[in-house]
């Protein structure tokens, strides 16, 4: 059923009150009260794992042919993330926190580039500091040793 703005709702019919044909919309997340079991996740692995999730637009066999969403198919989903308990669905609180958790990690990752990009600009002139990362794979230079 396609929405028409501005919506406007009519009453409850015997139809209208039967079972979905897919997930509702709406989804609620957990409270501290009702979650348990939890632990951190590595953003940059979710991250990694964003970037190679599968995408695509498709269709539900129900929707008209003008319909379309954007997406990964269940199965890529939870063979990626194992989460949600089924490979036929996704989760909408599974969903929400997969994007955020890989948009802290973007964050976070930002964050050191414009401080490298700060380092960068705030060296003088001519002189480029190598970024500690870069001294540490270095090899000590031969010439700088003292003839013995």
């Keep these: 059923m396609a929405l028409n703005w501005p919506l406007r709702l009519r009453a409850r019919t015997a139809r209208s009150a039967?079972?979905?044909t897919r997930p509702p919309a709406a989804c609620a997340s957990p409270h501290?009260?009702?979650a348990h079991d939890g632990s951190a996740?590595?953003?940059h692995d979710v991250l990694a794992k964003v970037a190679a999730?599968?995408?695509?637009?498709w269709r539900y066999r129900s929707d008209r042919d003008q319909v379309w969403h954007l997406g990964p198919m269940a199965q890529d989903w939870w063979a990626t993330f194992g989460l949600g308990g089924t490979?036929?669905?996704i989760h909408c609180v599974d969903a929400n926190g997969v994007a955020l958790?890989?948009?802290q990690a973007l964050h976070r990752e930002l964050e050191s580039l414009r401080a490298e990009l700060r380092r960068l600009r705030d060296a003088p002139p001519g002189r480029h500091e190598p970024h500690p990362a870069e001294q540490e794979?270095?090899?000590a230079d031969a010439g700088?040793?003292?003839p013995g």
């Design 137 to 139: 794979r270095r090899p």
């Design 101 to 103: 958790v890989a948009i």
């Design 41 to 43: 996740v590595n953003g």
């Design 144 to 146: 700088d040793a003292e």
């Design 87 to 89: 490979d036929k669905a």
């Design 18 to 20: 039967a079972a979905p």
């Design 32 to 34: 501290g009260a009702t």
């Design 53 to 57: 999730l599968p995408i695509s637009t």
